[in-house]
């Protein structure tokens, strides 16, 4: 199914998606299931114009009102798409991207309680991974820093390492899975480096 990405803005539709995550992710408190929805919808959301950016050059507007999400019934989101190109260079891209995260993020907080600044630290990594999986590093590095300060709303700058022949994004959020009754993540920031560092050349091979 598909949903316009204006429906971010719609608390009682986030809402009723974000109860329906605690069937995938157990009945743990709303702050915490809000934080994993997020987690989850932020890679989909700025995909179609972070890779479009690295791809093209002309990145496609992140507006909510020219986003359409793919979701599946359980919840969970497989795709988003955007239907135009976004005018302004990285300054225009950027100021589109801040009321549609500012939005997303706001509707959020306020239904779960979730902390606004951990759900902005959330998208940082989301952006930072999605340019690596571009598959062009050096210009995905190159990229996430200014792009993130053109969005501003107070995201931390986003961070990377190298972890053997590897780019990782040094993740600066959590997304809270762990209080769910599920194992941290290879790159949980919850963990010590050595730990950290271990588990991801472990999954990187």
């Known amino acids: 199914m598909e949903a316009p990405a204006t429906l971010l803005a ?5 809402s009723a998606r974000i109860g329906g995550a605690a069937k995938l992710y157990g009945c743990s408190r709303p702050e915490v299931l809000g934080t994993i929805w997020w987690y989850s919808l932020s890679s989909v959301l700025v995909a179609p114009s972070v890779e479009s950016l690295v791809r ?3 990145p496609l507007d992140p507006s909510l009102d020219a986003v359409t999400i793919d979701l599946v019934p359980d919840g969970r989101f497989t795709g988003a798409r955007s239907s135009r190109v976004v005018p302004g260079g990285l300054a225009g891209l950027g100021a589109a991207f801040a009321g549609t995260l500012g939005t997303a993020i706001g509707t959020i907080a306020a239904v779960t309680g979730a902390n606004p600044r951990a759900l902005g630290a959330i998208a940082t990594d989301s952006i930072g991974n999605r340019l690596l999986w571009t598959g062009d590093t050096e210009r995905a590095v190159a990229l996430a820093g200014p792009l993130v300060a053109a969005i501003g709303l107070g995201m931390p700058e986003p961070r990377f390492s190298r972890v053997g022949r590897n780019t990782v994004v040094r993740r600066a959020s959590c997304c809270l899975i762990y209080e769910a009754g599920n194992p941290k993540c290879a790159s949980c920031p919850r963990q010590t480096p050595e730990e950290r560092d ?4 472990s999954a990187l091979g």
């Open 198 to 201: 271990r588990r991801l050349r």
């Open 56 to 58: 093209d050059g002309e």
């Open 10 to 14: 719609d608390t009682a539709w986030v």
